[in-house]
C-alpha cells in the first residue's frame, strides 16, 4: 500500500470522528447522519456531483457555493454544512465519500449495532429482510445493520456475512467445493 493511500484512510477516519465528536456535543448524530446519508447517495445516483468531488482542477470557491446550495435547499445542520466547508478548505473534499460513510460506520457502532452483509440468488421482500435481520438479532444479541445484495451469479441459496462469521448456501459456492474437489483428485 502506498503511503499516499495509508494517510488517506487515516485521514479520513480522523475527520469522520471529529465529526461524530463535533455531532454528539451538539445532539444532532441522527441528524448528520441522516444528511451524510443523503450526500452519500447523491454520490451515487449524480454522475455530475460526483466528478465534481474528484475533479482537483476545481476551484474552492465553485465547491463552497454547491455545498452552500445544497446546504440550503436540503436544510442542512450548520455543523454538518461547516464540516463540508472546512474539507473544501483543507482539500481534503476528495475523500468526501470515504469519510461519511466512515462516520455512518462510528454512528452504528456507537448504537452498538452489528454488521452484516446479506446477498441472495433472488430478489427479497422488505418482509423477508426484516425476518432475516430479525433472526440473526435473536442469534447475535446484537440489533444487526444488514446491508442486502441481489446478487443473480450466486445461481441459487444465501450469502451471509456478520462480522468474521460467515455462511454460504449458495449454489455458486457448491459448484465451486465440488471443482476444487475434483482438481484434487
Do not use: H
Not at 448524530?29 to 455530475?48: G, P
Not at 473544501?88 to 452504528?108: N, T
Not at 422488505?126 to 430479525?134: H, P, Y
Amino acid at each position: 500500500m502506498s503511503k499516499n493511500k495509508g494517510f488517506s484512510i487515516t485521514s479520513a477516519d480522523r475527520y469522520s470522528l471529529a465529526l461524530y465528536e463535533l455531532a454528539s456535543e451538539n445532539n444532532v448524530i441522527a441528524q448528520v447522519e441522516n444528511q451524510s446519508s443523503s450526500i452519500l447517495n447523491l454520490i451515487v445516483s449524480s454522475k455530475d456531483f460526483s466528478y465534481l468531488i474528484k475533479d482537483p482542477t476545481c476551484n474552492q470557491e465553485e465547491l463552497l457555493k454547491v455545498i452552500n446550495s445544497i446546504s440550503e435547499n436540503n436544510k442542512f445542520e450548520n455543523i454538518f454544512k461547516n464540516f463540508l466547508s472546512f474539507l473544501v478548505i483543507k482539500r481534503r473534499f476528495f475523500y468526501l465519500e470515504q469519510i461519511l460513510k466512515s462516520f455512518i460506520e462510528i454512528c452504528s457502532q456507537k448504537r452498538g449495532e452489528l454488521k452484516a452483509e446479506l446477498k441472495s440468488a433472488k430478489e427479497l421482500s422488505n418482509d423477508e429482510i426484516l425476518k432475516i435481520t430479525d433472526e440473526l438479532t435473536k442469534n447475535f444479541k446484537f440489533k444487526i445493520k444488514l446491508n442486502y445484495k441481489y446478487d443473480k451469479d450466486l445461481i441459487g441459496g444465501l450469502m451471509i456475512q456478520v462480522g468474521s462469521t460467515m455462511v454460504d448456501t449458495s449454489i455458486k459456492n457448491k459448484l465451486q467445493q465440488i471443482e476444487n474437489r475434483m482438481i484434487e483428485a
